[in-house]
């Protein structure tokens, strides 16, 4: 590798982000040093008073770093003490004590890249009436504050990056590191045309859903929301059905595609539906497992033999229960993470990193020889 580094590197894990940041640590040591007394790590705090205000404060200078800060917003498992009550951090904290950080560098730094993997506020990322469009507000926040680069993972909508058109703004895609778990935890897995489909299970999931299809040669399915427009529940329309659009499922294996579960009924739901038209065995790829509704659902359509595995990346916060769900299998990305870190902080391209179409292509074509299936790429 290069030596020519754009500046000292640092990274900062926000609160609930230690583990994360020690694994993605570890990667930069083994490329950089080899020595285990050196750390790219470098601390910062958000103590709080008793009423719940805090300051961000910083253990060494950032003077001419280049530093990423790594923040996961959704992190429920994090506390902080409130008039003498324990209070969860909601995203709306965590937010705060990231810009708190941001602040204590003061300006200091030669270059600060945000690295939050679930966007805050990513959900509102549009305006349909008179409503508030927060995430393009917090994108501008941070801009104003002087970070140069934010980094995310499978953002809701990637066009809310036009709030903030002349920062730098990378929506990456888990797609590599899904597949390579599918074919680890089901080694009997056919990635083939004939035997598998990739499913959208709305309308909003389509452009994930048509680069997992388009990169791994398979049929497309979808489902669409059909909603009561006359009523509102809770925010928002609520859904009356889930109507499928595509080729005939039964007998093949399905991968539903999607960027977050958070109560998980309508990805149970349009599981439901593949199940009685017939597939064989449906899996989850979403990149973002919330659970906000508990684990018990999951559980009880597992037992039911709705689904058989539900992948989900490490990226954001896991209650330690789902670790041993026999349907779960976790997607660990910190070596991504830590490639994307590396590469940038020599000032390289990471347009690999974020399409890697030909790794991809060697993963199936290695599932197709266990199998003695034609190849389906060109090595």
Same mark, same amino acid.
């Given at each position: 590798?290069?030596?020519?580094?754009?500046?000292?590197?640092?990274?900062?894990?926000?609160?609930?982000?230690?583990?994360?940041?020690?694994?993605?640590?570890?990667?930069?040591?083994?490329?950089?040093?080899?020595?285990?007394?050196?750390?790219?790590?470098?601390?910062?705090?958000?103590?709080?008073?008793?009423?719940?205000?805090?300051?961000?404060?910083?253990?060494?200078?950032?003077?001419?770093?280049?530093?990423?800060?790594?923040?996961?917003?959704? !992190?429920?498992?994090? +506390? @902080?003490? /409130?008039?003498?009550?324990? =209070?969860?951090?909601? $995203? &709306?904290?965590?937010?705060?004590?990231?810009?708190?950080?941001?602040?204590?560098?003061?300006?200091?730094?030669?270059?600060?890249?945000?690295?939050?993997?679930?966007?805050?506020?990513?959900?509102?990322?549009?305006?349909?009436?008179?409503?508030?469009?927060?995430?393009?507000?917090?994108?501008?926040?941070?801009?104003?504050?002087?970070?140069?680069?934010?980094?995310?993972?499978?953002?809701?909508?990637?066009?809310?990056?036009?709030?903030?058109?002349?920062?730098?703004?990378? !929506?990456?895609?888990? +797609? @590599?590191? /899904?597949?390579?778990?599918? =074919?680890?935890?089901? $080694? &009997?897995?056919?990635?083939?045309?004939?035997?598998?489909?990739?499913?959208?299970?709305?309308?909003?999931?389509?452009?994930?859903?048509?680069?997992?299809?388009?990169?791994?040669?398979?049929?497309?399915?979808?489902?669409?929301?059909?909603?009561?427009?006359?009523?509102?529940?809770?925010?928002?329309?609520?859904?009356?059905?889930?109507?499928?659009?595509?080729?005939?499922?039964?007998?093949?294996?399905?991968?539903?595609?999607?960027?977050?579960?958070?109560?998980?009924?309508?990805?149970?739901?349009?599981?439901?539906?593949?199940?009685?038209?017939?597939?064989?065995?449906?899996?989850?790829?979403?990149?973002?497992?919330?659970?906000?509704?508990?684990?018990?659902?999951?559980?009880?359509?597992?037992?039911?033999?709705?689904?058989?595995?539900?992948?989900?990346?490490?990226?954001?916060?896991?209650?330690?229960?789902?670790?041993?769900?026999?349907?779960?299998?976790?997607?660990?990305?910190?070596?991504?993470?830590?490639?994307?870190?590396?590469?940038?902080?020599?000032?390289?391209?990471?347009?690999?990193?974020?399409?890697?179409?030909?790794?991809?292509?060697?993963?199936?074509?290695?599932?197709?020889?266990?199998?003695?299936?034609?190849?389906?790429?060109?090595?």
């Amino acid at each position: 590798m290069s030596d020519s580094f754009f500046g000292e590197l640092s990274v900062i894990g926000m609160r609930g982000c230690e583990k994360f940041v020690d694994q993605v640590d570890f990667y930069l040591r083994e490329w950089r040093s080899h020595d285990d007394e050196i750390t790219f790590i470098n601390k910062a705090d958000c103590p709080r008073f008793g009423t719940g205000e805090a300051k961000g404060l910083l253990h060494d200078s950032m003077r001419g770093h280049d530093v990423y800060i790594i923040s996961d917003c959704f !992190n429920y498992g994090v +506390t @902080y003490k /409130m008039y003498g009550r324990e =209070v969860p951090m909601s $995203p &709306d904290d965590h937010f705060a004590d990231l810009k708190r950080t941001i602040s204590a560098i003061a300006g200091k730094a030669r270059r600060i890249t945000v690295i939050m993997p679930m966007l805050y506020e990513g959900r509102q990322h549009k305006r349909s009436t008179r409503e508030s469009l927060d995430c393009a507000i917090a994108l501008q926040e941070l801009t104003q504050m002087g970070v140069s680069n934010i980094i995310t993972f499978d953002a809701h909508d990637p066009r809310v990056s036009n709030a903030i058109p002349l920062t730098g703004f990378d !929506n990456v895609r888990p +797609t @590599y590191q /899904m597949i390579k778990a599918m =074919v680890r935890s089901v $080694p &009997d897995i056919s990635l083939n045309h004939d035997e598998t489909m990739i499913i959208a299970p709305d309308e909003g999931a389509m452009s994930r859903t048509m680069y997992y299809a388009s990169v791994m040669g398979l049929e497309l399915g979808m489902f669409y929301k059909r909603r009561n427009y006359t009523i509102v529940v809770d925010g928002k329309n609520p859904i009356e059905a889930h109507e499928y659009l595509g080729k005939d499922v039964k007998d093949k294996d399905v991968i539903v595609i999607d960027d977050m579960i958070a109560s998980g009924d309508s990805i149970i739901d349009v599981s439901k539906q593949l199940k009685a038209k017939g597939a064989k065995r449906v899996f989850f790829f979403v990149t973002f497992g919330l659970f906000t509704a508990g684990l018990g659902v999951f559980d009880k359509a597992y037992e039911e033999g709705i689904f058989t595995k539900c992948f989900t990346t490490n990226l954001t916060y896991h209650d330690p229960e789902l670790m041993k769900r026999e349907w779960y299998v976790d997607v660990n990305m910190c070596k991504y993470v830590a490639l994307i870190v590396d590469t940038l902080n020599q000032d390289k391209s990471i347009s690999t990193l974020l399409n890697p179409v030909r790794k991809i292509h060697g993963i199936l074509n290695e599932q197709a020889k266990k199998h003695n299936e034609v190849l389906p790429f060109e090595d």
